[in-house]
């Protein structure tokens, strides 16, 4: 049991790291990504690529994967920064899908590697060093490490000059104009620092699980990543973690329910669905701002209640 | 004020299913160390939900047929005409079948196994239906020393998962040489074209009829991988038959081949007279309405049936079930867990090594209900039996080319 825990925190602080990226973008930013798995993907393939293929060291691999989510951020966002919110929404979508067939054409090592077989028995780091049981939990503490730096980074980032840009970006284009912001080079900028955190999230990812493949990497993962940052709270980056937590513990918690109740395992993947739908739209109606809201900076004191 | 006391009420709510869960998941611990200890627990995932759900029950049902059978004890017919006395149940304890969703998502078919190798204690898991699937929860399940036996998925890279791995059905590379015999035989085929789902089924054959028919002397003039789940595969079809190839090497799932040959009978391509198929029984029901569409076409079935299949396998399960098989693969999961039973109880143990050798042995001397289930050192199957068939009159029927 101990050893599905360490798993399950370990999947918690993958995507918990991919979902503080989406929330730079959409949470602070208020750009709204629909191709977000792109990220993920990139940082996977590249340092897979780069440390299989190319022999590179593991850490500079996931680094390299970084560098390339990063730099794809920038890229996606480069032509279409000016775009209106749902163009913008479009064009994402678009790209994640391109660089989802690009690898699902593209033959990596031999006839039987990459394209539609994915990369298989993708190395571990430090794995020499600890026994497979330590293993796991060594993974663990290393990608929770990684998911409370990113989350500082964060924090960081939104108590910079930088960050109230952004910030005031998501509320409409008029304030940072009126300041004389360039628009444009904000949304790159976001997007590509969301990209590269994304990215890492990926790369994590694939030295863990230690097999890629493009149905990894589908629009619906996409969407995921959406759930749980609208049920946690857009623009929190503790609420979106605690709303990785609860999807990945419905995800889960609901395998163990059967063998307490008598209940039909095909029945119960279809429960699985419906308490994840019904669980987002009792969030947007009764609390649209997720289950912890960002707090607002207050500027002033609100009037004393008259008595 | 109303509208507060509801954001109240959601928090507390969303804080009790959290609590929920979490309590859930804390109690299974102990409830799962107390069974461990009076049963064996052989764990199966399966895609329950999502777009292999059919094949996943009929694999399911299969599967429990098996289990059933050696918890109340059975007479398991063997090759030489023999029976072997199983049960009840192995080596003194009742098997427990764990069956875990995978719906058809490699994350979700990772965090079943996981729950299986980790939480379970499963001395063999069973599954899956898709090579997507069963290549990196393979891995998994390998590195942890558990026997694994794939059901239905046949992609050529199983070979090297590892020791632990076995394959209860002829991987594609079987399939690639049979279908350029036929399509020689049939039609004296020397230029061959594919049309495959993009996907490690799909590349898997292409690659293995490309390769059959170089060693033969023919080529591979066309080799068009599709997208999944489009609604015009116009252009896909006409680059297949750009090169005026002598024969078309296809496969697409249910519906998808509806429209697939649809489009082609359209299109004027001649599918009765050059199209050949893999699986042909897993469109057969989505054509009866427009069955000019698929008339004369040919191709090859995994050789499921006879008497002795309907006597051991498909009697029992329609009585069991109300209704036939839903699927060829329902037989190989019978057999799958039949062969995981035989071995525990060779190798008198759930250790992992034990189990590993005897499944080889108890491979080598079981009748399958689908046919000689032999595996090679490296657990695939050494060979498969494969029925060629043709659609006409609105069925499939034997055919002899």
């Given at each position: 049991m101990t050893d599905f825990l360490i798993y399950l925190a370990t999947m918690v602080g993958i995507w918990g790291i991919l979902s503080l990226s989406l929330n730079l973008q959409y949470?602070?930013?208020g750009l709204v990504n629909l191709g977000h798995i792109v990220f993920f993907m990139l940082g996977a393939y590249i340092s897979t690529i780069m440390v299989v293929?190319?022999?590179?060291?593991i850490f500079l691999g996931m680094a390299a994967g970084v560098v390339a989510a990063a730099a794809f951020g920038a890229l996606m966002a480069?032509?279409?920064?000016?775009?209106q919110q749902d163009y913008w929404a479009i064009s994402t979508l678009a790209a994640a899908e391109i660089v989802r067939l690009v690898f699902l054409n593209t033959q990596l090592g031999?006839?039987?590697?990459?394209?539609?077989f994915g990369m298989s028995g993708i190395p571990r780091p430090?794995?020499?060093?600890?026994t497979s049981g330590s293993y796991d939990l060594f993974y663990m503490v290393m990608v929770l490490t990684v998911l409370a730096i990113c989350l500082a980074l964060c924090w960081w980032v939104l108590a910079t000059p930088f960050g109230r840009t952004i910030k005031a970006l998501r509320e409409g284009d008029h304030v940072p104009l009126a300041l004389g912001k360039r628009i444009a080079t904000f949304r790159i900028r976001s997007m590509a620092l969301g990209g590269g955190i994304g990215g890492l999230a990926g790369a994590l990812f694939a030295h863990y699980n230690a097999f890629i493949s493009p149905?990894?990497?589908?629009?619906l993962e996409t969407f995921i990543v959406w759930a749980m940052v609208i049920l946690g709270g857009a623009g929190n980056f503790v609420g979106v973690i605690v709303g990785t937590v609860i999807i990945q513990s419905i995800y889960n918690s609901t395998r163990f329910l059967k063998d307490f109740v008598p209940i039909d395992q095909a029945l119960l993947g279809s429960l699985r669905m419906i308490l994840i739908a019904v669980l987002i739209i009792l969030v947007i109606l009764y609390m649209p701002k997720g289950l912890i809201p960002e707090r607002r900076r207050r500027y002033e004191r609100p009037p004393a209640a008259q008595g | 004020m109303e509208r507060e006391e509801t954001i109240m009420w959601m928090h507390k709510t969303a804080l009790t299913i959290v609590t929920g869960f979490a309590a859930t998941l804390l109690t299974a611990s102990p409830h799962m160390t107390a069974d461990a200890q009076d049963t064996v627990n052989i764990g199966m995932f399966t895609s329950?939900?999502?777009?292999?759900a059919i094949v996943g029950k009929d694999m399911q049902r299969g599967v429990e047929l098996a289990i059933n059978r050696v918890n109340e004890g059975y007479e398991v017919p063997l090759k030489d005409g023999s029976t072997r006395a199983i049960g009840p149940g192995v080596n003194g304890s009742q098997i427990r079948l764990i069956v875990e969703d995978s719906e058809s998502r490699p994350q979700a078919a990772m965090d079943s196994v996981r729950k299986l190798v980790?939480?379970?204690?499963?001395s063999v898991v069973l599954g899956e239906y898709s090579s997507g699937l069963t290549l990196p929860t393979g891995q998994f399940i390998n590195e942890n020393g558990v026997v694994q036996i794939s059901i239905g998925a046949n992609s050529p890279?199983?070979?090297?998962?590892?020791?632990f791995f076995f394959d209860m059905i002829g991987l594609a590379t079987l399939q690639g040489s049979a279908m350029v015999d036929l399509a020689e035989q049939a039609i004296g085929a020397k230029t061959f074209a594919t049309f495959m789902p993009n996907n490690p089924y799909g590349v898997g054959v292409e690659l293995a009829v490309c390769e059959a028919a170089k060693e033969r002397g023919s080529e591979c003039v066309a080799t068009v991988r599709y997208e999944e789940q489009?609604?015009?595969y116009r252009a896909e079809l006409q680059q297949a038959n750009a090169p005026n190839p002598d024969a078309v090497i296809f496969f697409a799932y249910g519906a998808e081949a509806q429209l697939v040959l649809r489009q082609a009978y359209e299109l004027g391509l001649n599918a009765s007279e050059k199209w050949f198929g893999t699986e042909?029984?897993?469109w057969v029901n989505e054509v009866t309405d427009t069955p000019e569409i698929a008339e004369g076409v040919r191709g090859i079935e995994h050789d499921v049936g006879g008497d002795f299949y309907n006597e051991q396998y498909a009697g029992p399960y329609e009585e069991a079930y109300?209704?036939?098989?839903?699927?060829?693969?329902g037989g190989y999961g019978y057999d799958a867990a039949m062969i995981a039973a035989l071995a525990i109880k060779e190798a008198g143990s759930t250790e992992p090594d034990k189990i590993r050798e005897a499944v080889h042995k108890a491979a080598e001397t079981y009748k399958g209900v689908t046919g000689d289930k032999a595996v090679d050192e490296e657990g695939m199957q050494t060979n498969e039996d494969y029925a060629i068939l043709i659609y006409k009159d609105g069925g499939l029927q034997p055919y002899t080319p």
């Open positions: 949470g602070v930013t293929l190319a022999g590179w060291p480069l032509p279409t920064s000016n775009l031999g006839p039987y590697s990459g394209a539609a430090l794995r020499a060093y600890f149905q990894y990497f589908l629009p | 329950l939900t999502g777009p292999s980790n939480v379970d204690n499963v890279k199983l070979r090297d998962v590892g020791p489009k609604t015009d042909v029984s897993n109300g209704e036939k098989p839903l699927t060829v693969f």
